[in-house]
């Protein structure tokens, strides 16, 4: 497999708190790897190392071999890093095809004063994308109006108009209900899948990352203590007593009921 993110020897503190202390991973090009870990594990921090919104203290960050370590946000969106949020991020009064036509549009650097002659041009392919996510039958609806799962696909047909060769994925399924969570991560699997994206979230849902992840990284107070496949991850003794609470998850079982 493609390597995609490298993360190494990343390092933050707070005053005279280390909240990342070494952190080393990697995630493959159409791969989808969970980071969790309990409150105060550094798993946020790290998360957030990666994303740009706070700048390590040491160590580096590489997409497909090119350091982004401590590149503002932005910049890391025009790299192709893709983003969703616990509060998504769209726009209200515009239409589900308008707010992807306007991700379309900001990813090609429509100028805004040729803005309806960009608009006609990325209908189609604002189209397809909602088509591809299940939302064509809600293009002309104003976002505001949509229930929350479809505004959660949304944001997801909006991250995948910047074309992101990683997408990154804070708590993607905080506040859904079980149909609607395993829904979404299915969406957003398969999609990363069949474009070759390198897929990283966070997720306290054990269902979910042991349901749709490949590969499991465990952190706890700020190091990486395992990562692996959920089989292997469920069955480490670390992982059991510091975040399971000694509790075996059947990673297998719990995989097939959600295929």
Known sequence: MKLALEVVGLKKS???????????????????VALIGPNGAGKTTT??????????????????GVDI?????DALFRMGVGRTFQITATFASMTVQENVQTALMSHQRAATSLFARAHR??????????QQLGL?????????ELAYGDLKRLELAMAFANAPTLLLMDEPTAGMAPAERDALMRL??????ERDVALLFTEHDMDVVFGFA????????????????????????????????GVVIDAAQTRAAHA
Request: with cysteine; net charge negative; charged share 25%.
């Open 14 to 32: 707070f005053g005279g708190l280390a909240a990342v202390k070494g952190v080393d991973f990697t995630v493959n090009a159409g791969e989808a």
């Open 47 to 64: 998360f957030n190392l990666i994303n740009g919104q706070l700048q390590p203290d040491a160590g580096r960050v590489n997409l497909h």
């Open 69 to 73: 370590t401590g590149r503002p946000p």
């Open 121 to 130: 041009m990325f209908a189609d392919q604002a189209r397809d994308l909602l």
């Open 136 to 144: 064509a039958d809600q293009a002309n609806r104003a976002a505001a």
């Open 188 to 193: 957003a699997v398969n999609a990363c899948r």
């Open 214 to 245: 490949d590969r499991v990284i465990v952190m706890n107070r700020g190091r990486v203590i395992a990562q692996g496949a959920p089989d292997e991850v469920r069955v480490n003794e670390e992982v059991r007593e510091v975040y399971l609470g």
